[in-house]
Nanobody, 115 residues
Framework: QVQLVESGGGLVQPGGSLRLSCAASGIIFSINVMGWFRQAPGKQRELVARITSGGATAYGDSVKGRFTISRDNAKKTWYLQMNSLRPEDTAVYYC?????????WGRGTQVTVSS
């Protein structure tokens, strides 16, 4: 019943921008923490960004200054604005949300940065 669905991925040139969205459904409580992770082939999953319902943010070192996370609590939707994209940003991006002790994950969306 609980679903998280990512959207906005695709192919973009180096230096370009993309905006990812994560829409949650089937959750009646506020989402305490909303996040974005990514995983490239052969590499470990890494934290990209996360935001609390109150608006506190945290970013992975590799994306600080380039990516911005935001959220709409009423819509139970959160976003990842990605600017100055680099080829090494290429990965499957997953959103997740924490509601009390439960964590939910989306299926992921592919982001490819290439000329």
């Amino acid at each position: 019943q609980v679903q998280l669905v990512e959207s906005g991925g695709g192919l973009v040139q180096p230096g370009g921008s993309l905006r990812l969205s994560c829409a949650a459904s089937g959750i009646i409580f506020s989402i305490n923490v909303m996040g974005w992770f990514r995983q490239a082939p052969g590499k470990q999953r890494e934290l990209v960004a996360r935001i609390t319902s109150g608006g506190a943010t945290a970013y992975g070192d590799s994306v600080k200054g380039r990516f911005t996370i935001s959220r709409d609590n009423a819509k139970k939707t959160w976003y990842l604005q990605m600017n100055s994209l680099r080829p090494e940003d290429t990965a499957v991006y997953y959103c997740n949300g924490v509601v009390f002790a439960d964590t939910y994950w989306g299926r992921g969306t592919q982001v490819t940065v290439s000329s």
